[in-house]
């Protein structure tokens, strides 16, 4: 069972609507990842923190999206106003820290968006 | 750049017979590699990993990958595969950093009876 624990497992929203999810990362992890999976299962990374720092961030991200990872709270992702196109599986992923670690994913919160 | 080429998009194979799913990975230096798998409405399980050392690496259920630096190849292999192995396989490729995990496009793979 996965230990990276993600909410809603699936949520629906109207366009224009936000849409926020959360993960809470593997306890000792400190760097969190944001990928999208859309129904071709292709993977697009969002974003990814290490402790509350913004490491890299994709330009949509940057635009439509908000995220943050406080200290002693959840991370989560939100998007601001919901399009057709953002209809996927978000995945929160959480690695400890240092070269090449391996990437420990959430069952994803599964966006439909109406 | 970092790429992961999975050049099947689906692979058919019967239960009890060997499995190999192809991977093929672009990248500069030293990569680390992985597979993953992703059963229907769950998120990624690490199925094995590579770094360094012998270039056959043992994973979880009796998978098995092996890494061909002069392919730039991480096939993945099991002597006998059961239905419940059906689930779609992710190939992976991560540089020596925190950045980001490179995925391909993944293989479904269909264990018929």
């Known amino acids: 069972n996965s230990k990276v624990i993600q909410t809603p497992r699936y949520l629906v929203k109207g366009q224009g609507q936000k849409a926020k999810m959360r993960c809470i990362p593997e306890?000792?992890?400190?760097?969190v990842f944001w990928y999208q999976q859309n129904k071709n299962n292709e993977f697009k990374f969002l974003i990814n923190?290490?402790?509350?720092?913004?490491?890299?961030q994709i330009d949509m991200t940057e635009k439509r999206f908000s995220a943050e990872c406080p200290s002693n709270s959840p991370c989560s992702l939100e998007i601001q106003s919901s399009e057709a196109g953002d209809s996927a599986l978000y995945l929160c992923?959480?690695?400890?820290?240092?070269?090449?670690?391996?990437?420990?994913f959430g069952e994803g919160s599964r966006l439909i968006v109406v | 750049a970092q790429s992961v080429t999975q050049p099947d998009a689906r692979v058919t194979v019967s239960e009890g017979a060997s499995l190999q799913l192809r991977c093929k990975y672009s990248y500069s230096g030293t990569p680390y590699l992985f597979w993953y798998v992703q059963y229907p409405r769950q998120g990624l399980q690490l199925l094995l990993k590579y770094y360094s050392g012998d270039p056959v690496v043992q994973g979880v259920n009796g998978f098995e990958a092996e890494f061909i630096k002069s392919n730039s190849s991480f096939h993945l292999r099991k002597a006998s595969v059961h239905w419940s192995d059906s689930a779609v396989y992710f190939c992976?490729?991560?540089?020596?950093?925190?950045?980001?995990?490179?995925f391909g496009d993944g293989t479904q793979l269909v264990v018929k009876p």
């Open positions: 923190f290490q402790n509350q720092e913004v490491l890299q």
């Open positions: 306890k000792g992890h400190p760097v």
């Open positions: 992923a959480s690695s400890p820290q240092g070269a090449g670690n391996t990437l420990y």
């Open positions: 992976a490729v991560r540089g020596n950093s925190n950045n980001r995990i490179f």
